[in-house]
């Protein structure tokens, strides 16, 4: 039964009655008045959690970006290091390790720990060409890799 129809049966049982139509005037708008009440609060309660997941995804999607862009600044120095001069990569590093420090929250702990330690190697692989190992290279990349699949 709709609103208009309910109207109009209260019309007609209480025309003579004044008093009982003021009384079922009031209570069809207080049910109404909690009707919008209640749809009010529903509604903003969703939008609150709609907001709260739309952060939870930005905040998500920031830091996948941020470690992609680390791992990239990772494999560039590796690449560089058949072809740049020390000084080169060795400012490379300190600012790539610097970048990695400022924002260690967005990393996570076991992405923090792969990123100093590929930088460490590259550390000690400026100083000694000769201790270049790939497949410790690849390891570490493929530790970073797994911990970001992880995510």
Request: glycine residues 0%; proline residues 1%; charged residues 25%.
């Amino acid at each position: 039964m709709s609103p208009l129809e309910l109207l109009q049966k209260i019309l007609e049982t209480s025309e003579n009655d004044s008093k009982k139509l003021v009384t079922y005037f009031t209570v069809l708008i207080c049910v109404t008045l909690i009707s919008v009440i209640v749809n009010l609060m529903v509604q903003v309660y969703i939008n609150n959690r709609v907001l709260r997941n739309d952060i939870k995804k930005m905040k998500y999607e920031r830091k996948l970006k941020y470690i992609e862009n680390v791992y990239s600044w990772l494999f560039y120095i590796s690449n560089l290091m058949f072809s740049a001069q020390d000084q080169s990569i060795q400012k490379k590093i300190s600012q790539l390790r610097t970048q990695i420090s400022n924002n260690r929250i967005l990393l996570g702990k076991a992405i923090f720990d792969i990123s100093n330690e590929i930088l460490d190697y590259y550390v000690i692989v400026i100083s000694n060409p000769r201790s270049r190992d790939i497949t410790k290279e690849n390891k570490l990349f493929a530790d970073y890799i797994k911990e970001y699949e992880q995510l």
